[in-house]
């Protein structure tokens, strides 16, 4: 079985895919697209029906079995420094829980930094590692959202899939639906870096005005957060006053 993209409406999507290839079974899309050529332009998109060994944040594995859920890797070279590029990750959130709403899960959110959620339940996340930082920052950004996952995947933490939500589409219109939208919002952060998607953030932010957990190695701070600062870090209110954490540094759970 093969896959083919659909048509993209969108001039500017289809201006900002570079390439775009799919392979039945692959170990993972991220070390996939890290070994490929870095487009000259735009974005070249490695997507997959089975992840062998697909990766998620901070080391965690990612299940993907076969058909169970959307996995595809982003690769694209940036104009700005990797300090200013490298919060694309909460852009993509954006992007893609945008295109789920527009799809019809209008109650489909972020939480920070790049959790799709559903609920309380956790629909798919991105990854994003630096591949050069010279000549210029390429990164490599990937994105899973379970689809149909079997009952007794493990996973570690509430979560929930398109075909519970209702949402049933087949892996290539889904495909052409997320990169409707994540390959304009590319281009934008691109040329206007994190502004427009911190003024968006308000609308799928699940955390603000809710009391959060962040964890910081042996340390666990409690606090209220307050939304989406700047620089992208999560602005959070504790006892002693705001602070800005940053998604490298902490983890984020929210507060029983």
């Known amino acids: 079985m093969d896959i083919t993209l659909p048509p993209l409406h969108s001039p500017l999507a289809r201006r900002e895919l570079a390439r775009f290839v799919w392979v039945a079974t692959v170990g993972s899309t991220q070390d996939w697209a890290m070994a490929e050529p870095v487009p000259a332009q735009g974005t070249a998109v490695f997507a997959a029906g089975h992840q062998r060994a697909g990766r998620g944040r901070r080391g965690r594995v990612w299940q993907s079995p076969a058909g169970a859920a959307l996995a595809l890797s982003l690769l694209r070279g ?11 990750g909460l852009a993509v959130a954006l992007a893609s829980a945008d ?12 939480k920070w930094p790049n959790d799709l959620v559903l609920g309380e339940a956790k629909l798919g996340g991105l990854l994003v590692e630096v591949r050069a930082s010279r000549p210029r920052p ?7 959202i379970n689809r149909a996952l079997p009952e007794d995947t493990p996973i570690d933490q509430a979560w929930t899939d398109l075909e519970r939500a209702g949402l049933r589409l087949p892996e290539a219109d ?18 206007e870096g994190l502004a427009p998607f911190v003024d968006a953030w308000p609308a799928f932010d699940v955390l603000a005005g809710r009391r959060v957990r962040l964890l910081m190695g042996r340390e666990t701070l409690e606090g209220l957060a307050l ?30």
């Open 174 to 191: 889904l495909l052409g639906l997320i990169l409707e939208v994540v390959l304009p919002a590319l281009a934008r952060f691109d040329a």
């Open 138 to 144: 390429v990164l490599v950004i990937g994105l899973g």
């Open 99 to 110: 295109a789920l709403r527009r799809a019809g899960l209008a109650g489909v959110g972020v």
């Open 227 to 256: 939304g989406l600062a700047a620089d992208g870090g999560l602005r959070v209110i504790h006892a002693e006053g705001e602070r800005v954490h940053h998604a490298g540094e902490v983890s984020v759970r929210v507060a029983a």
């Open 78 to 88: 940036f104009a700005g420094p990797l300090a200013t590029v490298a919060p694309v």
